[in-house]
């Protein structure tokens, strides 16, 4: 599946596109060059979440893609309203 010339190579799009399978309430933001991503991920179900439960629901939904493809993800999390302060603070 992500095969590039014979080693595992994952695209943001991809990596996008499993964060918001897994979490289809999710707003996704993903950036990287093939291995190392950073993904921001808004989700009304993070409310009742501390950061550490909200990292684990996301790295769920890669699934063995993180452990294969994916070297190394940068990862913010927030709540819808935590998003609006942080965009209005900016």
Same mark, same amino acid.
């Given at each position: @599946?992500?095969q590039?010339?014979? &080693?595992? =190579? @994952?695209?943001a799009?991809e =990596? ?5 399978? !897994?979490l289809p /309430?999710? $707003?996704?933001i =993903?950036?990287g060059d093939g /291995?190392h991503? $950073?993904a921001t991920v808004?989700s009304p !179900?993070?409310?009742? +979440?501390? @950061? =550490?439960k *909200? ?6 939904? +890669?699934g /063995? !893609?993180f452990? !294969?493809a994916?070297?190394? +993800? &940068?990862l913010?999390?927030?709540?819808? $309203?935590q998003w &609006? $302060?942080k965009q209005?603070a *900016?």
């Open positions: @599946m992500y590039q010339s014979g &080693a595992n =190579v @994952m695209q799009e =990596v996008k596109q499993l964060i918001e399978k !897994g /309430d999710a $707003e996704v =993903v950036t /291995d991503f $950073e808004i !179900g993070f409310a009742d +979440l501390n @950061m =550490v *909200q990292h684990q629901a996301v790295y769920k939904t +890669l /063995d !893609g452990q !294969g994916i070297h190394a +993800l &940068a913010k999390t927030y709540t819808p $309203e &609006a $302060e209005s *900016q």
